[in-house]
């Protein structure tokens, strides 16, 4: 069986996981990594990987998938480009999406070269229900992400927040998920995956709450309809690497790849 090609957008924590675990798995994956010139990553990029530098290397490369790990401005700079080559990518900063008329801008890229926009779970489950309910005549969803200090050090501190000596619980945000994706870009994907998979982002709340009682990175997931209830929370170790996403966030991601590889895939 031939290799497997994939290309990674951009070479951070959770990118260079994806890598050496692909690496590593068989059957073989042929790997690009996609980064700016000059990238400062660019020297942590495994020499078995091919470094791409332009929209044309990745045509080149012909992968049968792209993977963005990298933020959202990767999102915006480099995802468009690769739809219109007719490419599916798998998308982790789903946060992105907030953007109406970027979100409109982007099906309308893939409907016309051809490509396919996948949207990671992430940190998050019970998309499926999620999904099955988002048409339901009296939805109401909701999600709240609960976090310890060492996640939120910057924003108590603006609020005039000791994080070292904080004994109550804080509430950072409570609205809809088109805010808070838009507040808080690096953190809460899951709460645009969870409008994506739902009834849209005006119509999924979210609470941010800082807890020194958290454990580790919790999301609690409600949704209530005509058709039954769903109450899930999920406790998730903190990445290693950077304590406001959780650690099993490349594992998603690697599951997505498995599916999109897969004879069976489970909708």
Not at 19 to 45: C, D, K, M, Q
Not at 118 to 142: E, F, M, P, T
Not at 171 to 179: H, M, Q, V, Y
Request: proline letters at 7%; one cysteine or more; hydrophobic letters at 50%.
């Amino acid at each position: 069986m031939k290799s497997r090609r994939v290309v990674l957008i951009g070479f951070g924590a959770i990118a260079s996981d994806i890598a050496a675990a692909l690496l590593a798995r068989e059957p073989g994956y042929a790997l690009g990594v996609l980064l700016r010139p000059g990238s400062p990553s660019l020297a942590r990029v495994p020499e078995s990987c091919a470094a791409l530098a332009s929209l044309d290397e990745v045509e080149a490369f012909a992968p049968d998938l792209v993977i963005e790990a990298a933020g959202h401005a990767a999102v915006r700079d480099s995802v468009p480009g690769c739809l219109s080559l007719g490419l599916p990518v798998l998308i982790s900063s789903i946060g992105a999406l907030h953007d109406e008329a970027f979100l409109a801008d982007l099906v309308a890229t893939a409907h016309k070269g051809g490509g396919r926009l996948l949207l990671a779970s992430g940190a998050l489950g019970g998309l499926d229900y999620v999904r099955a309910v988002r048409h339901a005549k009296q939805l109401d969803l909701r999600y709240e992400s609960r976090k310890p200090p060492a996640a939120w050090s910057a924003e108590l501190q603006r609020l005039g927040h000791d994080p070292a000596t904080l004994s109550q619980p804080v509430t950072l945000f409570s609205g809809t998920a088109r805010e808070a994706a838009a507040l808080y870009p690096q953190n809460l994907n899951v709460a645009a995956a969870l409008a994506l998979a739902g009834p849209g982002f005006e119509a999924t709340g979210v609470d941010v709450v800082c807890d020194p009682a958290a454990t580790g990175n919790m999301h609690v997931v409600t949704a209530e309809s005509e058709f039954g209830t769903m109450a899930l929370t999920i406790a998730n170790r903190p990445s290693p690497a950077n304590p406001k996403s959780s650690w099993i966030v490349g594992q998603a991601l690697l599951a997505a790849v498995e599916q999109h590889f897969s004879p069976v895939v489970m909708l």
